[in-house]
Antibody, heavy 123, light 109 residues
Framework: QVQLQESGPGLVKPSQTLSLTCTVS??????????WSWIRQHPGKGLEWIGY???????YYNPSLKSRVTISVDTSKNQFSLKLSSVTAADTAVYYC???????????????WGQGTLVTVSS | QTVVTQEPSLTVSPGGTVTLTCASS?????????PNWFQQKPGQAPRALIY???NKHSWTPARFSGSLLGGKAALTLSGVQPEDEAEYYC?????????FGGGTKLTVL
């Protein structure tokens, strides 16, 4: 069974860059058709899609975050990463990684999620 | 900015049936939006329930079903159990990007 696990600092200072990594086990990040996603949830609020990446490096980002987001993949480590620059208190949230199978014209299937990691932006 | 709208809250009695809906600010939701549905309980990560309108994951209980209804995506729970009390989120696909709905808090009372 595929498992995803987020890791990274739980506290980031304002104006700095938030960096998180998602490690995938039980399956290859290079499997065709899968997009590897980052999603966040502000305290007490709903889910917000940040973006996703294909193993080849192709990315899609939420337009509202695009100027500050970079998602990258390391197939040798079976990991993908999130960088969010110039953070403020508004970026305090639980960050989840998830897997999605996308076949344009056919299907989109989100299935496995990580447990999530709380990142607090504070000085 | 595309907005996906869900009912903020619904209440259902145990054993009853309830339908949650998911609307797009761009117009009628069709199968090409590949609606996905998720369940989230307090303190837990979301769990996927339905993908591409009506397809269930191997772990999805039979009482959950997805459909298109009146220009919206819909999630129907039949024979609701107390453990179904949770927040439910839909997600729609917009040609590359995706957008989550605001969530529906389902109370079983």
């Amino acid at each position: 069974q595929v498992q995803l696990q987020e890791s990274g600092p739980g506290l980031v200072k304002p104006s700095q860059t938030l960096s998180l990594t998602c490690t995938v086990s039980g399956g290859s990040i290079s499997s065709g058709g899968y997009y590897w996603s980052w999603i966040r949830q502000h305290p007490g609020k709903g889910l917000e899609w940040i973006g996703y990446i294909y193993y080849s490096g192709s990315t899609y980002y939420n337009p509202s975050l695009k100027s500050r987001v970079t998602i990258s993949v390391d197939t040798s480590k079976n990991q993908f990463s999130l960088k969010l620059s110039s953070v403020t208190a508004a970026d305090t949230a639980v960050y989840y990684c998830a897997r999605a199978w996308l076949h344009p014209g056919l299907s989109l299937k989100f299935d496995y999620w990580g447990q999530g990691t709380l990142v607090t932006v504070s000085s | 900015q595309t907005v996906v709208t869900q009912e903020p809250s619904l209440t259902v009695s145990p054993g009853g049936t309830v339908t949650l809906t998911c609307a797009s600010s761009t117009g009628a939701v069709t199968s090409g939006y590949y609606p996905n549905w998720f369940q989230q309980k307090p303190g837990q990560a979301p769990r996927a329930l339905i993908y591409s309108t009506s397809n269930k994951h191997s772990w999805t209980p039979a009482r959950f079903s997805g459909s298109l209804l009146g220009g919206k995506a819909a999630l129907t729970l039949s024979g609701v159990q107390p453990e179904d009390e949770a927040e439910y989120y839909c997600l729609l696909y917009y040609g590359g990007s995706v957008v989550f709905g605001g969530g529906t808090k389902l109370t079983v009372l």
